[in-house]
């Protein structure tokens, strides 16, 4: 009897060795033909996390992830996501989704990657709905968003349709496993900045190492020392910088930003309409912890898609948005003109 390429990779792992280069390749096509069965997918992810998912694992299961996406074709200048893995458990209002308008209204153009809240208390997807917009959009008109608003949101079950058959045995599994990682490392617009939030500070490093590998111009991956995957107002932030093909580790604190440390319990939200509520104040000026932590989100956004010439300009260029209130019109814009569609 011939083993398929999962039944082979399940032989190796169960017995602790090495899978040999390519074979993640083959067990992820095979995966996303369908061919593999929920037990056998349930076994493998539950093997690689036993084992320890490797850069090559990874790479290799993002590049057929990225192969089989519908893809958004926009221009790559000063192109970012903000996508990062959520699951920190904290549950604070959608960070990384507000910083994505502010981005775009510094001059980035933002191709935002995201889904529906899976172990968050709400998903990108879910404050966007609230917010007005029409998620069921082609990649066609979501080209256009990028083209006419310097934003777009990528929803991910749209661009990903063939990761359906892993649905199942994760939500069984009820862990976190590979597939929480490839997430922000798959856009369908092949970002060539991001700003990616990390849940553990293990895999800081890893992703940046793979985004490397698929081929990203400069990013920066962070996960905090207070367990979030930000960059944090209570306690210092570890980050992993790709640039100029070399990536260094290192950690920042919001005080090297003019921000005070101060703690987060304001920012915990229970729905995407609490959510939305925060983003609203913060975007149209209200000085507040979640202007704060917006300012330095965005700021590395900024300056990650080339928009600043560093952070510290990067984050005044964010304050000085928020003040503004361009980034909340933005938002509103973009809504009417999904809406529209």
């Not at 280069?21 to 033909?33: A, E, H």
């Not at 076994?43 to 299961?61: D, F, Q, S």
């Not at 191709?111 to 959009?137: P, Q």
């Not at 649905?167 to 496993?177: D, F, Q």
């Amino acid at each position: 009897m011939i083993k398929t390429p999962i039944q082979n990779a399940l032989d190796l792992l169960g017995e602790k060795q090495a899978l040999p280069s390519g074979s993640m390749t083959d067990v992820m096509n095979q995966i996303m033909d369908g061919a593999a069965t929920p037990a056998q997918i349930g076994g493998l992810l539950m093997a690689l996390k036993l084992n320890g998912e490797t850069v090559e694992h990874i790479t290799e299961a993002a590049v057929v992830m990225r192969q089989r996406a519908i893809k958004v074709d926009v221009d790559k200048t000063h192109l970012i996501d903000t996508c990062g893995t959520g699951g920190d458990g904290i549950g604070i209002f959608n960070v990384s989704t507000a910083v994505a308008f502010i981005a775009a209204a510094a001059g980035c153009r933002v191709a935002k990657h995201g889904n529906r809240s899976v172990s968050s208390t709400t998903g990108s997807a879910d404050v966007l709905e609230a917010a007005g917009l029409n998620l069921a959009l082609n990649a066609q008109q979501v080209a256009d968003c990028i083209e006419k608003f310097n934003i777009g949101f990528l929803f991910a079950p749209a661009h990903h349709g063939a990761t359906k058959f892993a649905v199942a045995p994760r939500k069984e599994l009820a862990v976190r496993t590979m597939f929480n990682l490839l997430g922000p490392l798959t856009n369908p617009a092949d970002t060539p900045f991001q700003v990616m939030g990390i849940f553990a500070k293990q895999w800081v490093r890893t992703a940046a190492e793979v985004l490397q590998k698929l081929g990203a111009k400069h990013v920066m991956v962070v996960h905090s020392q207070d367990g979030m995957d930000e960059i944090s107002l209570a306690a210092p932030t570890d980050v992993a910088e790709l640039k100029h093909g070399t990536i260094n580790t290192f950690s920042i604190k919001p005080e090297q930003y003019g921000i005070a440390q101060q703690g987060i319990e304001s920012l915990v939200v229970e729905n995407a309409h609490q959510s939305l509520h925060l983003i609203q104040q913060a975007l149209s000026g209200q000085s507040s912890p979640a202007a704060d932590i917006l300012a330095l989100n965005a700021g590395a956004a900024i300056y990650v898609a080339g928009c600043a010439i560093d952070m510290s300009q990067g984050v005044k260029m964010a304050q000085d948005i928020m003040q503004s209130g361009s980034a909340w019109q933005l938002m509103q814009d973009l809504a009417e003109y999904t809406q529209s569609l």
